[in-house]
């Protein structure tokens, strides 16, 4: 159940109307998020139904366990042997099993974050399992994130959300930049990279350069789009989710990318698994620290999916860190040498190029293929413009051009002032023209008939 898809917009209608009906009944519309997660996520499958069950049934009660040992030495045995249950279960559905559960690698962190705060003393065992449920199975968020953590959720699940026209406005404001992005952007590109990206030995060299650099810019549009679509439709329904993405784009280095990209799963290794292995490793100084970082981000490459590719991908941005962590001090002074202005342009050139190389890890199939198209990319140049275009016509890469300057110097404007609250300052004849103008570009220039997000695969 895609949120492009007529069932979905028939089961968020359904939902919207039936949860405000009663808004003053917290119960209620639990009820009704609660079915609705259960029909969205059954949807695709039963079987995935009864696993989010199981996982959070086993995660609630394994957390108030470890409460109540947590002054003695059993509470640390607890928790550890609740992360190898939950870890090794992932591990089990993502390597042995024939159909890997859609969400689960979102909801298992989820699980995790939730017992290892408990642990810490930094969160309280939830008291009502229907909440809890809720957290876990909250459909807007289930497929792909964001990664939401208990400490921060829960407590907007203990009052009744009434109608709030702006908010649910907001919400509508978001859905439609996340449109936007994946049917204008995302989905129009994704034939052409589809076409190179799976078949990289038959592809000219100038074709895998082009798909190589245009790339990055559909995974973001995509994952980006739905991101937005989740908060939107959280906000909808009362629920802030935390942002996943503020222009990575715009990044100087690596580690600023990964600051700014999928930021609630970059925010999670860094408090679960970066830190703690960090500290454990003090004494070994900055190897220490450069081993953390490889074993964190390997560990992200991992998360991703099954394959030795994806665990390149994450070896690929753990060593291009490890290199800005050891040379920042020449960085500094190559940028007092060529200047401020100059040296964040290199900066942000080659932080996409990096990121861009890297990728190719993580769409290609095979390793080998990979190492091809490092090889060959460079060759060919006396290409003819039309085996350049990539099976597009030269509308669609006119489109594709505008779509993506808009998306930036949007995202410009909206870091300099929220454009979501600008537009509600505007007359109202204005306002609704600005509405109906995003509502046609989308009928428009969207290109329709490719529901996969990239992302509901992990």
């Known amino acids: 159940m895609e949120f492009l898809s007529i069932p979905f917009v028939v089961c968020m209608t359904a939902t919207f109307l039936l949860y405000y009906l009663r808004s003053s009944s917290r119960r209620l519309q639990h009820c009704v998020l609660l079915l609705a997660s259960s029909v969205f996520i059954g949807y695709y499958h039963l079987t995935y139904l009864w696993v989010v069950l199981g996982v959070t049934v086993f995660t609630y009660f394994a957390g108030k366990t470890i409460r109540k040992h947590i002054d003695d030495k059993s509470g640390a045995v607890l928790l550890w042997g609740s992360v190898i249950v939950l870890a090794g279960f992932w591990l089990i559905e993502r390597y042995v099993s024939s159909a890997f559960p859609i969400g689960m690698s979102f909801y298992t962190f989820q699980a995790l974050a939730y017992l290892i705060d408990i642990y810490w003393e930094e969160e309280e065992p939830e008291n009502d399992f229907f909440d809890f449920l809720l957290y876990m199975l909250m459909f807007m968020k289930f497929l792909s994130g964001p990664i939401e953590r208990g400490v ?70 995509d994952f980006a789009g739905y991101t937005a679509m989740a908060i939107g439709f959280g906000r909808m329904l009362g629920f802030s989710f935390h942002p996943n993405f503020n222009r990575p784009f715009v990044s100087q280095t690596t580690g600023e990318l990964w600051r700014r990209w999928h930021m609630t799963l970059s925010y999670w290794v860094r408090d679960y698994v970066f830190v703690p292995l960090n500290a454990s490793l003090r004494g070994w100084g900055k190897w220490g620290t450069y081993v953390s970082l490889l074993v964190t981000f390997v560990a992200i490459g991992v998360w991703h999916g099954a394959g030795l590719t994806f665990a390149c991908y994450g070896l690929f941005q753990g060593l291009v860190i490890i290199y800005e962590t050891a040379a920042k001090k020449q960085r500094d002074r190559l940028r007092e040498l060529i200047g ?25 199939a095979r390793v080998d293929d990979v190492f091809y198209t490092y090889r060959h990319m460079f060759d060919g140049f006396a290409s003819s413009a039309k085996e350049l275009r990539l099976g597009m016509r030269d509308y669609d890469w006119i489109v594709f051009g505008i779509a993506v ?31 109906l103008g995003i509502v046609f570009c989308i009928f428009i220039f969207g290109s329709f008939g490719v529901e996969n997000f990239i992302y509901i695969q992990f």
């Open 340 to 364: 401020a202005k100059v040296w964040k342009a290199i900066m942000i050139v080659r932080t996409y190029l990096l990121f861009a190389l890297s990728l190719l890890f993580f769409r290609v």
């Open 152 to 221: 921060d959720m829960l407590p907007q699940l203990k009052e009744a959300k009434a109608f709030d026209y702006d908010r649910v406005v907001r919400g509508l404001k978001l859905v439609a930049w996340g449109i936007f992005l994946k049917l204008v952007i995302a989905d129009r590109i994704a034939p052409s990279m589809d076409m190179v990206l799976d078949n990289v030995r038959s592809s000219s060299g100038m074709q895998l350069l082009v798909a190589t650099m245009v790339y990055p810019i559909q995974l973001y549009a």
């Open 405 to 435: 300057v808009i998306m930036l110097l949007l995202e410009y404007a909206n870091n300099r002032r929220s454009l979501i609250l600008w537009t509600e300052r505007l007359n109202a004849p204005v306002r609704w023209v600005v509405y």
